[in-house]
C-alpha cells in the first residue's frame, strides 16, 4: 500500500521535491518506525499485527503516515537555503565562536600551508577547487563546504572585478538554456546529499535517544546512534565532492555570461576596461554610485597561520559522536 501511494505522490509531486525533500523524509521516519515497533513490539509481531488488522485502519495509519512525511519533506524544502548556509558555516553566537574558530583555524593552516608550495601542481589545484587564494585568509569558512564554494564566489572579482552575489541573477536568465539545466541538476545533486546528511544526523539522534530511553540493548544503541552519525558523515563528504563540480559550473557561467550581461546593459562604453567596468557597474548597483572609477585596494598582506591546536571539524564532530555513543552503550550494557 505505501509503495501505492508513493507511485501516486510521484505523478503529483515536483521531481526535484520528490528526490530532495519526499524520499529522504520518507527513509528516516520509515527507519524511527521500525525502531520505535521494534522495540515496543518486536518488528515480527509488528508486522503480523499491522497485516492482521482491519483494512480500514492501516489505510488510516498509513494515510496518516504519508501526511507526515509530507509535512517533514515540505520543511526540509522549505529549508533548503538553510540548510547550505549552515553547512558553509555560516553560523552565530557561540557556534560561530566555538566551532568556527575551530575550522576557520585549521583551515587558515592549511591554506598557508598550500601558499607556501603554490608552484607545485598539486597545491595549485586543491586552492583551485577548494579555496580561496593564499591572500585572502579573511575569506576562508570553517568548513570544508563553505571554502568549495566561497572559492567559486570569488572567482569572478578575482579575474573580472564582478561581484557574483550582486550580477548572478542578472546573469542567470541570460546562460544558454542547457547549462543552465546542468547547472540546476549540478545544485540539485548537492541539495540532495546535504538533505540526506541532515536526516541521517536527525535519525541518529533521534533514534539513538529513543533507544536509550526506552532501555533498549547497547548494540541498537550503537546501530543507531553510530550508524546514523556515520551515514550523516559519508553523505556530507559526498556533498561536498558534488560541490566542486557546482562551483565549476557557476565559474563557466559568468566566463561564459558576463559579455552578454554587459551588452544588455545600456551604459558603458564598449572601449572601457572590463575590470574597471564591472567595478563601476557593481558600485552602482549596490550603492548607487555612478562613477567608482578608482581602482581596486591592494588585497592584505597574508595573516600568519592561527597558533594553537588546529584539526578539521570532522575530527571534533566525529570525537564527539565517539564518546556519546561509547559512554550511552555503557548506560544500557
Known sequence: MIAGVVKEAAGVLDRRFLLNAFLPALTVLGGLALVIAGLELGVGPAIRRLGSQ???????????????????AGLLSS?????????????????????????KRWHRRRLAALGEQIADDAAYETVYLRYPLPTQPGEVMPTRLGNILKN?????RDRYEIDAVL???????????????????AQSDVALLLTAATCAA?????AGGYVLAAGGSSVLFLACFWGGIALAWLAYRAACSAAIGYAQLVKAAFDIGRTELRAKLPDGDPGEDEMAYWRRVCAQWYRNVATAHAPAPEPPAPEDPPKGLALPL???????????????AILLA
Not at 567559486?152 to 569572478?156: D, N, S
Not at 570532522?314 to 550511552?328: D, F, H, N
Request: no cysteine; charged share 10%.
Open 152 to 156: 567559486a564566489e570569488l572567482y569572478p
Open 167 to 185: 550580477v548572478w541573477p542578472r546573469l542567470y536568465p541570460l546562460l544558454p538554456e542547457r547549462m543552465a539545466t546542468t547547472l540546476n541538476a
Open 79 to 103: 529549508l533548503e537555503s538553510a540548510l547550505f548556509r549552515l553547512a558553509e558555516g555560516y553560523w552565530w553566537g557561540p557556534l560561530r565562536r566555538t566551532l568556527g574558530a575551530l575550522g
Open 314 to 328: 570532522s575530527v571534533w564532530l566525529l570525537g564527539s559522536a565517539a564518546v556519546v555513543g561509547a559512554a550511552g
Open 54 to 72: 482491519d483494512s480500514l485502519l492501516t489505510s488510516f495509519e498509513v494515510a496518516g503516515f504519508v501526511v507526515v512525511v509530507a509535512v517533514l
Open 202 to 206: 536527525g535519525f541518529a539522534v533521534v
